[in-house]
C-alpha cells in the first residue's frame, strides 16, 4: 500500500473549474489502478472516475462525463482530476484510491489505500 494525499478543493461558484491533485508517497513496486470517489453528506461513496495504470482505460460516472477528466503522471506519483462546469451536486468530500490487485473497479471495496479526503463545494 502507498499513502495517498489529495489536494485543492475548495469554495467555487457553480459553472467554474477546480482541479484536484493526489499524491503517492514513497514508491510501490506495483502498478495500480487509480480512483477518484466522492462523499456528500449523508449519502454512500460514490464513484467519480477512475484510471488504470497505463492510461489505457478510463471510467467515469455518467454524472460527471464530459465535465471531468482524470489523469496520472507516474514519474512524479501524481493522479489529478480536472473538474469543469461544476453544479452544487458535485458538492462533496473526494477522495483519491488506489487499487493494488486489479484493474479500474467502480467498488469502493476493491481499493486498498485512500487518502484523507479533500472537501469541494460548490455554490449556485
Known amino acids: 500500500q502507498v499513502p495517498l494525499v489529495e489536494s485543492g478543493g475548495g469554495l467555487v461558484q457553480a459553472g467554474g473549474s477546480l482541479r484536484l491533485s493526489c499524491t503517492a508517497s514513497?514508491?510501490?513496486?506495483?502498478?495500480?489502478?487509480m480512483n477518484w470517489f466522492r462523499q456528500a453528506s449523508g449519502k454512500e461513496r460514490e464513484f467519480v472516475a477512475g484510471?488504470?495504470?497505463?492510461?489505457?482505460?478510463?471510467l467515469y460516472a455518467d454524472s460527471v462525463k464530459g465535465r471531468f477528466t482524470i489523469s496520472r503522471n507516474n514519474a512524479k506519483n501524481m493522479v489529478y482530476l480536472q473538474m469543469n462546469s461544476l453544479k452544487p451536486e458535485d458538492t462533496a468530500a473526494y477522495y483519491c484510491?488506489?487499487?493494488?490487485?486489479?484493474?479500474?473497479?467502480?467498488?469502493?471495496?476493491?481499493?486498498?489505500?485512500w487518502g484523507q479526503g479533500t472537501q469541494v463545494t460548490v455554490s449556485s
Open positions: 484510471l488504470s495504470w497505463s492510461g489505457s482505460s478510463t
Open positions: 484510491a488506489a487499487n493494488f490487485r486489479g484493474g479500474v473497479s467502480i467498488t469502493p471495496s476493491d481499493y486498498q489505500s
Open positions: 514513497g514508491r510501490s513496486s506495483s502498478n495500480y489502478a
